[in-house]
């Protein structure tokens, strides 16, 4: 793995080197290309869905003549607007019960003497290891028995199930190294550990929730085995099934899915871009354990 | 501290309770069960379950569809440790030492932004790109006077599945640089500066400093990409569902396709119990080899 | 460090919330409002009709005579695509008016995606009230688990007597009926007359006048037949027709059935041998990677000389279906022709009706078996002819006046037919289906022979004996 950053055999004087920069100028160009063969997907799909059936067939690389925005009217009537909020509703839902379920376990793991607390931690910790797709014959047999097939709580509850381990290691990691000052200043005057919890630990940890709550939200609202499988009723179905079922439905009308796809990538790209240092930050903070 | 009765450290309990249970029930018991309903025969339509012992686990040893899943799901793996975790490294590395400023971020967003976008979207995206007629990848050799590359890329056996592998580095890649970078901003300038007055080359720097430090999100990283190379389903299942011919099927699809199309349902779990076991090993593989090797710097 | 002691919401999803917000508010103000779905229930309001266009004939109501029917229940199409949707919907609306205390609730899937939903919803014991099924051993596995009800005497008297009955021969089981038919259809090979014309062909009579025609068209460099495989299912097409010109009837039936099938006669390979010539002469490479939608799409851009489909798609190829007029006036179609010395049933026509089966277990029999009726009266079957140019198992229902001619055409030449052969993939154990399509699959890319793909038919089929 020789790191083909720059010209060897040179002594590197420090500073600014000028033998260097041809290897500087290659590297540049390298990412360039690499940016560009990264985001021209992305372009192609939104300009397609200006597109006409016809134009998409005659001339793929060529930008539409007219920019039809009625194909994304048409997407968002026939079913984005209704997966989009499903998704909406879900990923909101188990970003707040994961956070929720998570800090409390976290806490109760790193401040409180609770019984069994070794193996409690592992119990968590190793659910990691287990993956939905595994789970997923017994899981169908089990959301049945419990009557909440076809509902949002099944999918709901799954998520938050399946993400509580990755964040409690993210929240537990950070608060293991969070100065206990002010928590025992709080016990001294007299706080329970409840209000302890809500009141200063829950601040203070206010990079790694948001980080996690980003992650959470990634997560579910891109999630597709149980969104698939748990979720008959089309008024039901989240994002990412919704758009399979889309392509299955308008087998004519590409640029319509094209429409859909570029309206569906949007959120979630203007949610990171947005929380983007908040989530690096707390990325940061929480690995650096 | 022991101000606490017995019964407030029992009632401690309660703060773990909604994870500890949801987590028993809907993650645990699966993995149990799983086991169970493998040895027996049954699907959607039979109206009870039908005993066969190990039945399943033979016919999963004979099936050359389950062969190939795996094989699909290792080749998934190394591509996605050479692509994403190595090339993520020396990504980070050139992103890191070269680029600063406001450029430094723009380059890295427009890296990352595929991995927040659906799996669904990206495969859908790529069938279309991935089209022998009209797609972007046929039209490019084309342009590129390099007709006779052309390949119906998702409908031919040879090809159904790394085209898809391809299509997740795509995603991938950026995913794991941001990661890396994460850890490279940690490391003190002052290691880099010694080394260059000392005459390293940045690609000495890079061998002897870099890679060092940054092992413990190596090794994150790589479990990430193995782990996730093993339980893929999403991508495959949108863009090929398996085919053609049951080629690019992973075991999670196959899995799928097992349950709910070829109504085998017994023996999509034991599928189940396999990739469980695999992904379990490897996990703690991995852990295992990072044991205690944390450098010090 | 921040020092804010706000509550625990994260920024982030505050800008969720709001980006939501956004988006649904520029959403409202130009389009139909979306009907908001409700937190946590299981029974949401119907789909929205989207655009639905008007009604050609509005359905007349029939009112049912009986006491008056209460409840909802669910109702499972495959019919999800734009073009289709909107006429169940209107029916189910009509329905729905006639009987104010009724709701029916549609679930509308793919063709693609009913496959494996039927069997989630079979294996959680959620199967609709009313729910779409194939014709073949697809449906008689709902029969044999006791997931399909019994219509035998449900179905009598006049509506019994407005159905063609071989329509209702296709969902009968031992004697006993278990699905009402919505759709006719058959598969036939449209062709483009002024390709044909300019190029000296004539309609072809064998099997190998076809491939002949091919190479001519080849050699001009116009693709002979439009052709894309990506769910393998037209593929399959293929073989339902192949199949019977090879093998005699009484052989095919007993290997069609999962109990008696063995696959030995040779004919099975002779036919496979069939396509695996159409495919090299005549079919467009890559096909796998091709839907069957984007080879219509370059067949109606008169780009090829031929296109296999189903009479049900015929309506696209009108300019009422929304085809340009010089195409809509210039497709022709034939059945596709056997071999000159076929070995099997010549007057076989591949075809099957579509339809739909009842759950026994529904709460709302006397609801479900109503509405079935009500979909299936003249008027509806008229409506469906006209609508969306399907052919209606309802007699009488696809005259001169309210369809076009090629539908006329094939309604009489059904009725000639001397048997219908249904899909290869829904009338053959699951199996044996999988062997054909896989198999299929790697015969278009190369990579098995048909001999090798006759030796996995026969061990799937020695499987599927033993696990009857």
Same mark, same amino acid.
Request: hydrophobic share 40%.
């Given at each position: 793995m020789a790191g083909n950053v720059a010209r060897p055999h040179r002594p590197e004087s420090p500073g600014r080197a000028v033998t260097g920069s041809i290897g500087r100028v290659i590297a540049y160009v390298v990412l360039v290309v690499f940016a560009v063969a990264i985001i021209y997907p992305l372009v192609w799909m939104t300009l397609n869905g200006f597109k006409s059936n016809a134009e998409l067939f005659g001339d793929a690389w060529g930008l539409p003549t007219t920019w039809r925005w009625e194909n994304f009217a048409k997407a968002w009537n026939l079913g984005v607007v209704r997966y989009l909020l499903n998704s909406v509703i879900v990923t909101g839902a188990s970003v707040v019960t994961t956070i929720l379920f998570s800090s409390l376990a976290a806490y109760a793991l790193t401040r409180l003497r609770i019984p069994f607390a070794g193996a409690i931690t592992v119990l968590l910790l190793g659910g &990691? &290891?287990?993956a939905p797709t595994v789970a997923l014959i017994p899981l169908f047999r089990l959301i049945q028995a419990l009557h909440i097939f076809d509902t949002y709580w099944a999918l709901i509850i799954l998520y938050t199930a399946f993400r509580i381990p990755f964040t409690v290691f993210l929240i537990r990691a950070y608060m293991i190294t969070l100065s206990r000052e002010m928590e025992d200043a709080a016990i001294v005057d007299g706080a329970s550990r409840w209000q302890v919890f809500w009141l200063v630990v829950m601040p203070l940890c206010r990079p790694i929730i948001v980080s996690a709550s980003l992650l959470q939200a990634l997560f579910a609202w891109n999630e597709f085995v149980f969104a698939l499988v748990f979720i008959s009723d089309t008024n039901l179905k989240t994002l990412p099934v919704g758009l399979l079922a889309m392509q299955g439905r308008v087998l004519s009308d590409w640029p319509v899915l094209f429409a859909a796809l570029t309206m569906a990538a949007i959120p979630m790209i203007v949610l990171f871009l947005l929380g983007q240092r908040q989530f690096i930050r707390g990325l940061s903070e929480g690995f650096g354990k | 501290m022991s101000q606490t009765s017995r019964l407030g450290r029992w009632s401690m309990l309660l703060w773990v309770a909604p994870a500890v249970v949801l987590l028993a029930v809907f993650v645990y018991y699966p993995v149990v069960d799983n086991v169970f309903l493998s040895l027996y025969r049954w699907n959607a339509f039979s109206p009870k379950e039908v005993w066969v012992g190990l039945d399943n686990y033979v016919n999963l040893a004979a099936d050359p569809v389950f062969w190939s899943a795996l094989f699909n799901n290792v080749a998934y793996a190394v591509v996605s440790v050479i692509f994403q975790v190595g090339g993520g490294l020396i990504l980070a590395a050139v992103l890191e030492e070269l680029v600063h400023g406001r450029w430094k971020g723009l380059f890295r967003t427009v890296y990352f932004i595929p991995a927040v976008i659906s799996l669904t979207i990206t495969g859908l995206l790529f069938q279309f790109i991935y089209n022998p007629q009209i797609g972007l990848l046929n039209q490019l050799l084309s342009g590129l006077r390099l007709d006779a590359l052309q390949h119906s890329w998702l409908g031919e056996s040879a090809t159904a599945i790394w085209s898809i592998i391809a299509m997740s580095q795509w995603q991938s890649i950026g995913y794991v640089m941001v990661l890396f970078i994460v850890a490279m /901003? +940690?490391? $003190? +300038?002052e290691l880099y500066e010694a080394a260059y007055i000392d005459g390293a080359t940045r690609a000495q720097a890079f061998r002897r400093i870099t890679v060092p430090l940054v092992r413990e999100m190596t090794v994150l990283a790589m479990i990430i990409t193995v782990s996730g190379a093993f339980l893929v389903f999403n991508e495959v299942q949108v863009m090929?569902? #398996? #085919? $053609?011919n049951n080629s690019s099927h992973t075991l999670g699809t196959w899995l799928y396709k097992s349950a !709910? !199309?070829?109504? /085998?349902m017994g023996y999509a779990a034991a599928i189940a119990v396999v990739i469980f076991l695999i992904t379990v090993t490897a996990a703690i593989f991995q852990l295992f080899l990072n044991r205690g090797k944390v450098v010090q710097y | 460090m921040r020092t804010t002691t706000r509550a625990t919401r994260p920024i982030s999803r505050f800008f969720a919330l709001a980006m939501t917000a956004g988006l649904v508010l520029a959403a409202c103000s130009g389009s139909a409002t979306p009907t908001p779905t409700a937190v946590p229930t299981a029974a949401p309001s119907p789909s929205v009709a989207a655009a639905s266009t008007e009604p050609a004939a509005s359905p007349s109501p029939n009112p049912s005579p009986a006491a008056e029917l209460e409840g909802t229940i669910t109702f499972l199409h495959k019919y999800s695509d734009p073009r289709y949707a909107p006429y169940f919907e209107s029916v189910v609306a009509a329905y729905m008016a006639a009987h104010p205390k009724v709701t029916i609730q549609i679930q509308a899937e793919s063709d693609q995606g009913v496959k494996d939903k039927l069997r989630v919803l079979a294996a959680s014991k959620q199967l609709p009230d009313i729910y779409f099924s194939w014709a073949g051993d697809f449906s008689k596995k709902f029969v044999r688990g006791g997931l399909a009800k019994d219509l035998t005497g449900d179905i009598t008297g006049a509506w019994k007597d407005s159905f063609v009955p071989a329509a209702l021969d296709a969902y009968t089981y031992d004697g006993k009926l278990y699905g009402v038919p919505i759709t006719l259809d058959a598969k036939y090979m449209a062709y483009n007359k002024k390709l044909f014309a300019d190029n000296g062909v004539a309609v072809p009579t064998t099997l190998e006048e076809l491939l002949t025609a091919c190479d001519t068209f080849k050699a001009k460099k116009i693709e002979p037949i439009a052709f894309g495989n990506q769910y393998g299912w037209p593929a399959i097409h293929y073989l339902t027709q192949l199949n019977p010109y090879f093998v005699p009837a009484a052989t095919m039936a007993t290997d069609y059935d999962p109990a008696t099938g063995?696959?030995?006669?040779?004919g099975y390979l002779n036919s496979l041998q069939a396509f695996a010539d159409i495919n090299t002469r005549c079919l467009t490479k890559g096909s796998n990677g091709i839907s069957h939608e984007a080879a219509q799409a370059q067949f109606l851009a008169g780009k090829s000389a031929m296109h296999y489909i189903e009479a049900v798609e015929f309506f696209a190829f009108t300019e009422k279906g929304g085809a340009p007029a010089d195409f809509a006036n210039n497709w022709d179609f034939f059945k596709l022709p056997a071999p000159a010395s076929p070995a099997g049933d010549v007057g076989t026509l591949e075809g099957a009706p579509d339809g739909f089966l009842v759950n026994p277990g529904s709460q709302h029999l006397d609801i479900a078996i109503d509405f079935l009726k009500f979909l299936t009266n003249a008027d509806n079957a008229k409506k469906l002819v006209a609508d969306l140019g399907w052919l209606s198992p309802v007699q009488g229902s696809a005259t001169a006046d309210d369809t076009f001619a090629q539908n006329v055409t094939v309604v009489q030449d059904i009725a000639k037919a001397k048997a219908m052969a249904i899909w290869l993939d829904t009338v053959t154990q699951i199996d044996v289906a999988n062997a054909y399509l896989n198999g299929l699959q790697a015969m278009l890319d190369g990579t098995k022979t048909p001999a090798q793909v006759v030796a996995d038919i026969q061990a799937a089929a020695a499987k599927a004996k033993t696990e009857n």
């Open positions: &990691m &290891m287990l | /901003q +940690r490391i $003190p +300038r090929t569902a #398996g #085919g $053609p !709910f !199309f070829n109504d /085998q | 063995a696959f030995t006669d040779p």
